[in-house]
């Protein structure tokens, strides 16, 4: 029964690209796409002390109606603002009907495509380790009580949802002002958090106190939020119209993370000492490197031959400028 919940969210973050793709101005891309992804973990931080709140007044069950209930009105909502966008697009007859076929050839055999899938991936390995491994770190290694370590192993995400919501703002004032093009920004914002995410990951290794930890690991994820604003919207600077399809295509393959790094974490971990964590952390580092040089040496932020259109409003030459 748990997979439906997965399999129905798996087309969450496509559609939100979708989404941006038809409506959100060109220059405005960076700044809505990072406020939707800063949402997520947002309620990755709410819904965590609510959840326990409920279990213990009203029990385990009292959670699933609560969210049920939740997710019920927003879908109701989202859909009556989609359906009210879809009717004003029609009036104002600026929809563009167009079948559109997606090359998947291209796809697998565009390096930009690749560079966001690489991206995405590193970004998700450090993601799923520090997500599903940090609060067994701080126990085993920082010798945090569980209670205690709950609560701080949520601190990291709490920061990079307040540094999502204006690490967007900052890459389309960047481009907007002409001080970097989208190219730029992309491996400016992306390249930039993977060094310094690496680095703050081999810093947790040696800075074994809580205090030392705690800060190294909220400096890590928090830089994601600029990683987050750089290859997460690039699929809009490529291929607008196909945003949607390598956005799905790009979260199947960072999904995988989160099924292999708790079972390699599990491997390694097995006397739960200092030295068997630091491997860990010396992996994900390795990773993010990987991820920043293959991103600053194939990602781009123009469109791509292949996804040109000759209806696409998009091609603007703001970023050759």
Known sequence: ??????????????????????WAPPLERSRMASLAFAGSYVGTV??????GILANELGWPSIFYVFGKIRKVKTKRQI???LKGEYEEHILGVRNEVNLVHPWR???TSMPVWAVIVAHFCENWGFYTLLTQLPTFMKDALEFNLKKAGFMSALPYLVMAIVL????????????NKYL????VRKLFTCSAFMGQAVFMLMTCFLLTPTGAVSCLTAAVGLGAFAWSGFS????????Q??????????TMATLPGIISPSITGILVQNKTVDEWRVVFYMASSIYLFGALFYGAFSSGQIQPWAEHKNNQDRTKIDEK
């Not at 997965?6 to 969450?12: E, F, N, R, S």
């Not at 919207?233 to 607008?240: C, K, R």
């Not at 196909?242 to 979260?251: D, F, T, W």
């Open 181 to 184: 093009n989208t190219s730029q």
């Open 80 to 82: 009556s603002v989609i």
């Open 106 to 108: 291209k796809f697998f």
């Open 1 to 22: 029964m748990e997979y439906y919940p997965a399999l129905l969210q798996g087309v969450t973050y496509p559609c939100i690209h979708a989404v941006w793709a038809r």
């Open 165 to 176: 919501s204006f690490s967007g703002q900052l890459a389309d004032y960047l481009i907007t």
């Open 46 to 51: 709410v819904s965590l002390p609510i959840c």
């Open 242 to 251: 196909h945003a949607s399809v390598l956005m799905g295509l790009s979260n």
């Open 233 to 240: 919207v690039n699929h809009l600077d490529i291929a607008p």
